[in-house]
């Protein structure tokens, strides 16, 4: 092998110290471009977690809010019931009209309206009492042109309901509260009834 101050050979290949700088620039550059290759992919996978993150936390919160907007329907679980003691909750069979007595618990919520299930099984209606309405469907039971008036907390309302287009006897009630924003909760009370 022959050394020579200026070059030296290895392997056949020359290294001539002139190279040196050239391939130290080279190197320089090839590793600037893989650190701004870097650079771009940490940015660019940042974004992208960034951007899951957000999709994520949306659909979570929507989801959330939908199924949590019925948790006020917790507070109503037993505050509404229909009243069959006092005998105000009876079908009156000869006028085709519902009596139904519905009485309201201590616990505070906003009580917006009150659906009514009626039928005798495969044949069942639904009307919906709001405060302040009434109709030629469903009224106060005391007076058929006094607007319709919510039960407020320990209070007992009777409203009659016209049952003509169910065309069969009721013998079954069930009530459901209606709350804040026309949030329906679930069947409170369900009752057997029978006819005068």
């Keep these: ?32 471009k893989k650190s701004q290759g870097e650079l771009i992919t940490t940015v660019l996978l940042i974004l992208v977690a960034i951007a899951a993150v957000w999709l994520v936390s949306t659909f979570i919160i929507r989801t959330a809010t939908d199924y949590l907007k019925p948790t006020d329907c917790f507070k109503t679980t037993g505050q509404l019931t229909i009243n069959t003691e006092d005998g105000y909750t009876y079908y009156d069979s000869a006028n085709k009209t519902l009596y139904v007595s519905i009485t309201r618990g201590e616990t505070e919520f906003n009580l917006t309206g009150i659906s009514i299930v009626f039928g005798n099984g495969p044949l069942n209606s639904k009307i919906k ?9 469903f009224w106060m039971s005391t007076n058929k042109t006094m607007p319709v008036a919510i039960p407020t907390t320990h209070l007992t309302k009777t409203y009659a309901i016209n049952t003509t287009e169910l ?9 459901a509260p209606s709350i804040t ?3 329906d909760c679930k069947e409170t009370d369900s009752k057997n009834i029978g006819s005068k």
Aim: aromatic share 8%; proline share 2%.
């Design 167 to 175: 065309g069969a006897n009721v013998t079954k009630v069930s009530i």
């Design 181 to 183: 924003n026309n949030v």
């Design 1 to 32: 092998m022959h050394i020579c101050w200026n070059s030296f050979s290895i392997k056949h290949k020359v290294y001539k110290p002139e190279n040196h700088n050239k391939m130290y620039k080279m190197r320089s550059i090839i590793k600037q």
């Design 129 to 137: 009492i709001v405060e302040g309405n009434s109709s030629e469907d």
